[in-house]
């Protein structure tokens, strides 16, 4: 993976067990882990790392054929440097069919596709799915939330289930929910 962690290493089974202790998710929900598409500077800092904007992408662990990208900010500085700068709520996403679609399990609405912390403990961002069965459309909703603020940042990108290549017919997404 391209991703680098942004919580040193010698640090981060201290947090995980707060995290866990604190009853808080630790990591993505699946296994799978982001690709770092590429990052932009936005905030110049002297000796210590700029500000940047990272664009990651990801896809959709139980629908094939579906790939999403989003863009987070990320703190430089001291803070960012040791891994203890809290992340701001700006998160943008845009999903896309990539291939043909085909589902592999059922799912409930607001499904997690994936989850990463973005503070040290109290702050998480998700990436959850949906399904607008009228008109067969998957729906991708990217948040960050806040133990005690809650998530007023918010991004949504939706991916209509499409024929693919010489089929006819798409699968209908209000089949596969729970």
Not at 38 to 51: E, G, I
Not at 87 to 110: H, L, M, N, T, Y
């Amino acid at each position: 993976m391209i991703r680098a962690p942004r919580v040193p290493a010698f640090r981060s089974l201290a947090l995980a067990a707060l995290a866990l202790a604190a009853g808080l998710a630790v990591g993505p929900v699946h296994a799978q882990e982001p690709d770092l598409i590429f990052r932009k500077s936005t905030v110049w800092k002297f000796l210590t790392p700029d500000d940047k904007l990272a664009t990651y992408g990801i896809d959709d662990p139980v629908v094939d054929g579906v790939a999403c990208h989003y863009t987070v900010p990320e703190r430089g500085g001291v803070k960012g440097m040791l891994g203890v700068a809290e992340e701001v709520s700006d998160i943008s996403i845009a999903c896309r069919q990539i291939g043909p679609i085909s589902f592999k399990s059922k799912f409930e609405q607001g499904d997690v596709v994936y989850r990463e912390s973005r503070s040290l403990i109290f702050k998480k961002m998700q990436i959850v799915r949906g399904c607008d069965a009228k008109r067969n459309v998957l729906v991708y909703l990217v948040y960050s939330d806040k133990l005690i603020e809650g998530s007023p940042k918010n991004s949504t990108s939706t991916v209509p289930v499409m024929p693919w290549g010489a089929t006819n017919e798409a699968p209908k997404c209000g089949d596969y929910l729970k």
